[in-house]
């Protein structure tokens, strides 16, 4: 995966999808769908909440098994950085 930003949406069907910024007709890289029987747990307005959390998981652990280094979205990139795969964690 090349260096980008990441975003995370509500699609019109009310999944919540990854998706690499700026690439509104691009393909979702991850989709959550939640259950109606997990949002009467979780409770509708918190589903985005959990959604966040569940991929930032999962991002860690794609880094971890793929030994991609891991930066804050808020960091600067030297120069010499500007080579290397960067996934963006979303706060």
Do not use: W
């Not at 991850?30 to 918190?46: A, L, P, T």
């Not at 860690?60 to 795969?85: N, V």
């Amino acid at each position: 995966m090349s260096s980008s930003f990441l975003e995370i949406v509500t699609l019109p069907n009310g999944e919540i999808a990854l998706k690499q910024s700026g690439e509104e007709d691009s393909e979702p890289l991850v989709n959550i769908r939640f259950s109606d029987v997990s949002k009467s747990y979780i409770g509708e307005d918190s589903c985005l909440d959990v959604a966040k959390v569940m991929i930032q998981a999962g991002i860690q652990a794609a880094a971890h098994i793929t030994g991609t280094e891991l930066r804050d979205d808020k960091s600067q990139l030297d120069d010499d950085e500007l080579e290397e795969t960067v996934v963006h964690i979303l706060h």
